[in-house]
C-alpha cells in the first residue's frame, strides 16, 4: 500500500478556503485517492474519492497532478463545523473488498479554526 | 446515520476480562473492517473479513479476535483485557467494487 504523508495540523479563519495535501509518492497504477473526515468520538465519513485531474461534489473538490505523487482536498469556506481531523488513503479500489485491503489511515490533518 | 450498527456504545470492565464487540454492516454489505482508535492516536486497521472469511490482518495482538457470522454480523473479542486496550473500536463496512467505507458510531472501551 502506498504510504500517504499529510500535515499534522493546519490553521483555517471562518470563510476561508482550505487546502489540504497529501503526499503519495509510491502510488500504484490502481490506486484511488480517498478522502475522509473525522468529528471526535465518531466515526469517519467518507468526503471524495479520485484518481485523476480534478473531482468536485457538494463538499469538496479533490485536485490531483498529472504524475499522481500528490493530491490536494479543498474545502470551500470553512466554517465551524468543518473543525476535524482529515485522512487521505490511497489504495487499490478493485481490492477493496475481496483483496485483503488493508485499509490504513495516517495521522491525518487536524483543522483548526481561528476566528478572523 | 451510515447504516452500520455497533454494540455495545460503551463498556467499563476491569484488567484480565473479556470482552466481545459487535458490529451489524450495511444491507448487503459483504466487507467489515475493524478498527482501533486510542485517544489522540489515528485509526489503527486491526482486521477485515469479506463473506465470512478472513481476508486482510493488520496490527492485532493474538489476545484479539474476530469472526463474521454467516449472517454478515461480525464480533471482534478482546481477552485478558490490558489498561492500553482501552480505546475506541470502530467497524466499518463496504460494498462490492466500491470505495466507500461507511463506518459505525464505534464501541467505546474503557478498560480499568
Known amino acids: 500500500l502506498a504510504k500517504t504523508t499529510q500535515p499534522i495540523s493546519m490553521d483555517s479563519y471562518e470563510g476561508q478556503e482550505v487546502n489540504i495535501t497529501c503526499s503519495h509518492n509510491n502510488i500504484a497504477t490502481n490506486d484511488y485517492i480517498t478522502w475522509y473526515q473525522q468529528f471526535p468520538s465518531q466515526g469517519p465519513r467518507f468526503i471524495i474519492q479520485?484518481?485523476?485531474t480534478k473531482v468536485t461534489n457538494e463538499v469538496a473538490s479533490l485536485f490531483i497532478p498529472a504524475d499522481r505523487k500528490s493530491s490536494t482536498l479543498s474545502l470551500p469556506r470553512v466554517s465551524l463545523s468543518d473543525t476535524a481531523v482529515y485522512y487521505c488513503?490511497?489504495?487499490?479500489?478493485?481490492?477493496?473488498?475481496?483483496?485483503?485491503?488493508?485499509?490504513?489511515f495516517g495521522t491525518g490533518t487536524q483543522l483548526k479554526k481561528w476566528n478572523s | 446515520d451510515s447504516g452500520v450498527t455497533q454494540t455495545p456504545k460503551h463498556l467499563i470492565t476491569a484488567t484480565g476480562q473479556r470482552v466481545t464487540l459487535r458490529c451489524s454492516p450495511r444491507?448487503?454489505?459483504?466487507?467489515v473492517y475493524w478498527y482501533q482508535q486510542s485517544l489522540d492516536q489515528g485509526l489503527q486497521f486491526l482486521i477485515q473479513y469479506y463473506n465470512g472469511e478472513e481476508r486482510a490482518k493488520g496490527n492485532i495482538l493474538e489476545r484479539f479476535s474476530a469472526q463474521q457470522f454467516p449472517d454478515l454480523h461480525s464480533e471482534l473479542n478482546l481477552s485478558s483485557l490490558e489498561l492500553g486496550d482501552s480505546a475506541l473500536y470502530f467497524c466499518a463496512s463496504s460494498v462490492v467494487q466500491a470505495g466507500e467505507l461507511f463506518f459505525g458510531e464505534g464501541s467505546r472501551l474503557t478498560v480499568l
Open positions: 488513503l490511497v489504495g487499490d479500489r478493485r481490492k477493496l473488498t475481496g483483496g485483503g485491503n488493508k485499509l490504513t
Open positions: 444491507s448487503g454489505d459483504l466487507s
Open positions: 479520485g484518481y485523476k
